[in-house]
């Protein structure tokens, strides 16, 4: 398997070339373009239950799309929202995501959803998020440009901001400071990581966009 990333950082686009018998499984509703022999079909990841959690509360889709190649073919995917498509090569380790930040990922790959505390109900944001695992490429994305930071010690980050983290990273749910600071502030709760790893941050917030939208309907 090949692919190809173009459009980065405003209005990211993943091209991956399949060999015979290769296959790749995606976001619903991902894909734009393929080649005309190329297979397509409905998959539940993980059954049915884990799927009905993964749509009902992590934010993706009851179903997978996967497509294979009878033949050497292609296939595109773009994200619902524009920004930078990433791509991530799994060997074994555990990669987090936020709901709606998955796009792609080979067959090596598993996904499951994971509760993120009681605390998280409260931020409005990021009480749940998607454990990656296995062996293969995963394919993500952000809304926005994205900022990759190496991180070593603490570091606080707004929810809507937040992509994916790597597991060597701790992390709490908390307020901006006191209980004052936290409610007039207009941060509300955020996220306190700790530790040294990689965090990945988008550059706009969808909901804020809404926010800003929402002023000009009448």
Avoid at 20 to 47: C, K, Q, T
Avoid at 96 to 110: D, E, I
Wanted: net charge positive; glycine share 16%; with cysteine.
């Amino acid at each position: 398997m090949k692919f190809d990333i173009q459009g980065n950082p405003d209005f990211g686009d993943l091209t991956v070339t399949l060999d015979p018998g290769e296959s790749i499984l995606s976001e619903s509703g991902a894909m734009s373009r393929m080649s005309r022999h190329l297979e397509a079909r409905g998959r539940l990841v993980g059954g049915l239950g884990k799927a009905l959690v993964r749509k009902a509360v992590g934010g993706e889709s009851l179903f997978l799309a996967e497509y294979r190649a009878p033949n050497r073919g292609f296939v595109s995917f773009a994200p619902g929202i524009p920004g930078t498509v990433l791509h991530r090569r799994l060997t074994g380790e555990p990669f987090y995501l936020t709901a709606g930040s998955f796009l792609a990922c080979t067959p090596g790959v598993q996904l499951r959803t994971r509760f993120g505390g009681l605390k998280s109900f409260f931020s409005g944001e990021g009480a749940f998020f998607i454990e990656c695992s296995g062996s293969g490429d995963l394919f993500f994305n952000a809304y926005g440009g994205l900022v990759e930071k190496q991180l070593e010690g603490r570091f606080t980050v707004d929810t809507g901001h937040l992509v994916a983290w790597e597991p060597t990273l701790d992390y709490s749910i908390g307020g901006m400071g006191g209980l004052k600071q936290t409610f007039f502030s207009g941060e509300g709760l955020v996220m306190k990581f700790s530790g040294r790893g990689t965090i990945y941050l988008q550059t706009r917030h969808l909901k804020g966009l809404a926010g800003w939208l929402s002023s000009f309907i009448r």
